[in-house]
């Protein structure tokens, strides 16, 4: 049985009906068998019909996330117990509360830790996003104080104009003057990963150009991204064997982080020696050429806690913490702009408005000419609420505990926050929260609204919230101008969109459109 057979035909355990309610996802019939009924996948159904036309090759990316958002909507719960067949020993609990999440991640925080799902993330060692207890704390500690400092902020916006001028823009010149389609997934992947080693490593893979060019760095950390999803989806015993038999996706996640290990501890040892050599004396307050790795070497130096180890795991967080996000926020943002014709024109207006007319380049903004663009802020906000990258939250609890909506939590129970789900929930976001509208982030005197962040559960909340929160924006600000002021994007008609296997959302397909250069 493949994996995706196993993970489609998993029966659930709905606990506030007590009725136990097997379901199957035929990838041929894209339909969906719920208590007998069928019911068809439609992302679009609740919004137009011009809408539901424009969606409709888009649901498969909604297929896992947006079962379980019906399956809970349909018992009009927002917890409930999802179990796979005896023999898979699946077992998880389901929330899109917010107050349950705001408990489990904010009040109760100490009760509810990554445990056993720590083994399914293995690849990312010790570093934050995987780290407990004291070893989170340090880590959090030194890179909360690392990515508040001036410098750094400096040093990631001079990385990204200058990628943005010297490789975005050519890139897609060059597409659209040849009129060919392009995977504006794949472009933004590149560039983020082209970034992310800039700031963190100091070091440019140069994956993004016309060739395209396959860079085996980029493929290994894409590769173990892809492959590291799977085994949530099918028992422990199941993957642990194809790991000690080196089969399927263990063989090629084996292969990848092997590599990717290699070129991680090869950055870092190259890094030492650049430092030894030339004795650098790096003044991390104001020195707005430092990439993070220096900066992590040279701040703790001495300290035995820094050692090859840690700075590998620490910068393969990283890269996993910030490059797929921004990918498939950007991806997502595109695509929703551009089968939204009437945001389009208030983006460009909003652009011309507060960018152009001041006598600034919409190509080459900086990090203070993006605080106006709140329109471009409401609709990155509304993307992210739909399609948030990182659609669920893994955790176990120690304890056995009550949650606020009175569901049981025993000893070990895995839970699974949905944060795709809290972004749908008509509780929190209206009878219209399936549409894709801008203008609910904006308040009638023209600010963005602030919605707490354990209903736009996006970037996480509590103590372990998103680290990269603000960068995000100003990138996605700056990238989103930068491209929408530029090119028109049109979706190429019929092309098939649904989710890779990923930890993150991304489109197993890319997003094929073809650009045309604004007059
Ligand atoms: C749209 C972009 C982004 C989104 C949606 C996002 C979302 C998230 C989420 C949901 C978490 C919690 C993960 C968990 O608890 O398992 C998280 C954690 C984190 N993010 Fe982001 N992120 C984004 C961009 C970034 C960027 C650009 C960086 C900087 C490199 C970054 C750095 C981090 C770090 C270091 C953590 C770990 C925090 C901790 O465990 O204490 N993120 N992010």
């Known amino acids: 049985m493949t994996t995706h057979q196993i993970m489609v035909v998993l029966s659930i355990k709905l606990r506030n009906s007590g009725t136990s309610i097997p379901f199957s996802v035929s990838r041929k019939t894209r339909k969906m068998e719920l208590a007998g009924q069928e019911d068809e996948f439609e992302y679009g159904e609740v919004q137009n019909a011009v809408q539901v036309k424009k969606f409709r090759n888009f649901h498969f990316l909604l297929e896992i996330h947006d079962f379980v958002h019906r399956a809970l909507r349909a018992q009009a719960t927002t917890t409930a117990n999802f179990r796979g067949p005896w023999f898979t020993s699946l077992n998880y609990l389901f929330t899109c509360n917010p107050i349950n999440i705001q408990y ?89 990963f082209d970034y992310s080693c800039s700031f963190i490593f100091g070091y440019d893979p140069q994956s993004l150009s016309i060739h395209f060019p396959e860079v085996a760095c980029a493929k290994a950390f894409t590769d173990t991204g892809e492959t590291i999803m799977y085994r949530h989806a099918v028992p422990k015993s199941f993957w642990k064997l194809r790991e000690r038999l080196q089969i399927g996706a263990e063989k090629k996640l084996a292969t990848a982080s092997k590599f990717f290990d290699e070129f991680l501890y090869e950055r870092i040892k190259l890094k030492r020696e650049e430092l030894s050599k030339f004795n650098k004396n790096i003044n991390i307050e104001t020195d707005a050429q430092t990439d993070l790795l220096a900066t992590l070497i040279k701040e703790e130096e001495g300290n035995e806690q820094v050692d090859d180890k840690f700075l590998r795991d620490t910068t393969f967080s990283l890269l996993a913490a910030g490059r797929e996000t921004i990918t498939v926020a950007l991806t997502c943002l595109c695509w929703l702009v551009a089968t939204h014709p009437s945001v389009e024109a208030k983006i460009l207006q909003e652009i011309k408005e507060q960018i152009v007319e001041k006598g600034l ?30 659609p669920l939250n893994f955790k176990q609890a120690i304890k056995a505990d009550i949650l606020p909506s009175g569901d049981e939590v025993k000893p070990n129970t895995m839970l699974l926050l949905s944060f795709y789900s809290v972004g749908r929930l008509e509780e929190v976001w209206g009878e219209d929260c399936l549409e894709f509208k801008p203008e609910r982030w904006i308040s009638d005197t023209g600010c963005i609204l602030n919605v707490p962040s354990y209903e736009f559960t996006c970037f996480s909340t509590g103590p372990r919230t998103c680290l990269g929160k603000n960068m995000s924006f100003i990138i996605l600000k700056i990238m989103a101008t930068a491209v929408m002021w530029n090119y028109h994007i049109q979706v190429v008609e019929g092309h098939p969109v649904y989710p890779a296997i990923a930890p993150v959302l991304l489109m197993k397909h890319g997003l094929k459109v073809k650009i045309t250069k604004r007059g």
């Open 104 to 192: 489990i991640l904010t009040k109760n925080f100490s009760n509810y830790e990554k445990g056993e799902f720590r083994q399914n993330f293995q690849v990312l060692g010790d570093g934050i996003l995987a780290a407990e207890s004291e070893t989170w704390k340090y880590s959090r500690t030194l890179l909360h104080s690392l990515f508040k400092k001036k410098s750094f902020e400096l040093f990631s916006h001079k990385i990204l104009q200058n990628k943005i001028l010297t490789c975005l823009l050519p890139v897609l010149d060059y597409v659209q003057t040849r009129g060919m389609e392009v995977d504006l997934q794949d472009v933004f992947q590149r560039f983020t």
């Open 361 to 390: 380049n919409p190509s080459t903004l900086g990090v203070k000419d993006v605080k106006n663009l709140v329109y471009i802020h409401g609709a990155i906000c509304e993307a992210l609420r739909l399609f948030p990258p990182v």
